[in-house]
């Protein structure tokens, strides 16, 4: 059965076929697939039919194609219940390939940016473009244009850029308590910001490299370019990537700076990765371990995965996405760990009720405190 990577590198291919936008060699190696098997060919063929794009073009519209596609790779990733079947992994297609499309060619016209002020923008991710100002970010289709020229398009909990030339102009978003967000650098890279989180980045990456600054969490797919190595710079870590995916969990309040590698390979600091392996780096010093990736990506695909992890991990998780604060018991303190997975986009209390069965702590939402009792 045919991999995550390859059925997301396939539906690009098939949204370039729609576009006539096939390099020779694209071309070939789509022509490869579809006669690889008969229910490629089907598949290309339905797809292939205009009014069956229009009007999956039309259901896309009603809801958001990332998350959609999250839950199936979440129901093989982190349930692990069963491997690719020949409907799961035609229906992925789809939702990859249609989602593409409807995503980068819908209708948009352009809007004039709101610029509020910062204590106004509690709870909602905002955009802070290259001249200082800030742009309050909302589900309205929206068509920014930075001062250097550049392209942004907003829709839903998205952000594309593209590419343009002129002078290295930076900008920053910034993602609240309670929501992620999705953004496509110029270069085709793609970073989900976990919530609580920011990234400074170029609105068009110059000279030979291509260098962002992140705070908090997000997953990179890095788009591959030898030429420009991708580099990112997250409190006391430094990696350095060609083309990769890999995770970076870097919040303020956590012990130690989490590198994660999914594919490809990546430097942390001096230490070089290989995929299914974690980097941590504390006080300046990494070291490397081997670690349940999928776990530790959960966020992406609107999980809560717990492998062992403590409370104090657990409750940082539960505060950021549902922006509560955690009260422990005065000079008391749990050997408690847990292990489970629970959906991220459930009640709260749906959430600590679970954690409750769990015995050895119990946990009360009052307000926006959860009180944690041993």
């Known amino acids: 059965m045919e991999s995550f990577n390859h059925l997301y590198h396939t539906s690009r291919l098939i949204v370039k076929y729609w576009d006539n936008t096939l390099s ?220 990769t995916e890999f995770n970076i969990m870097a919040y303020e309040n956590e012990l130690a700076v989490q590198t994660a590698l999914v594919s490809g390979s990546v430097r942390v600091n001096a230490t070089v990765l290989q995929p299914g392996w974690v980097g941590i780096t504390s006080n300046g010093n990494t070291t490397t371990q081997q670690m349940d990736i999928a776990a530790l990506t959960g966020w992406k695909r609107g999980m809560f995965v717990f492998r062992n992890d403590d409370i104090t991990t657990v409750l940082h998780q539960l505060e950021r996405w549902y922006d509560v604060t955690a009260v422990y018991p005065k000079g008391k303190t749990s050997s408690q760990h847990f292990t489970g997975a629970i959906q991220r986009y459930d009640n709260i209390e749906k959430v600590l009720e679970l954690l409750n069965q769990t015995g050895g702590a119990n946990f009360k939402l009052n307000g926006r405190q959860i009180n944690v009792a041993f």
């Open 24 to 243: 020779e060699e694209e071309s070939a190696e789509l022509a490869a697939w579809v006669a690889a098997s008969e229910d490629n060919r089907l598949l290309f063929d339905e797809l292939s039919k205009e009014e069956v794009l229009k009007e999956e073009m039309v259901q896309m519209g009603k809801y958001h194609p990332q998350r959609a596609w999250d839950r199936i790779e979440g129901e093989v990733m982190v349930k692990r219940m069963i491997p690719w079947g020949r409907v799961a992994a035609a229906m992925a297609l789809m939702i990859l390939a249609i989602g593409a499309k409807w995503w980068y060619t819908s209708s948009m016209e352009p809007v004039a940016p709101v610029i509020v002020k910062a204590q106004q923008t509690k709870g909602k991710p905002v955009l802070v473009m290259g001249n200082g100002s800030e742009v309050v970010l909302s589900a309205t289709d929206t068509l920014l244009t930075e001062q250097s020229g550049a392209k942004i398009r907003q829709q839903g909990n998205q952000l594309a850029y593209k590419e343009t030339t002129g002078p290295l102009v930076y900008n920053t978003l910034q993602i609240p308590r309670g929501m992620d967000y999705r953004l496509t650098l110029s270069d085709g890279t793609e970073v989900w910001l976990n919530a609580e989180s920011s990234l400074r980045f170029p609105v068009h990456f110059t000279g030979n490299s291509r260098q962002v600054y992140l705070t908090g969490e997000a997953y990179f797919a890095v788009a591959a370019d030898a030429a420009k190595p991708f580099s990112v710079t997250a409190g006391q870590v430094a990696v350095t990537v060609l083309g």
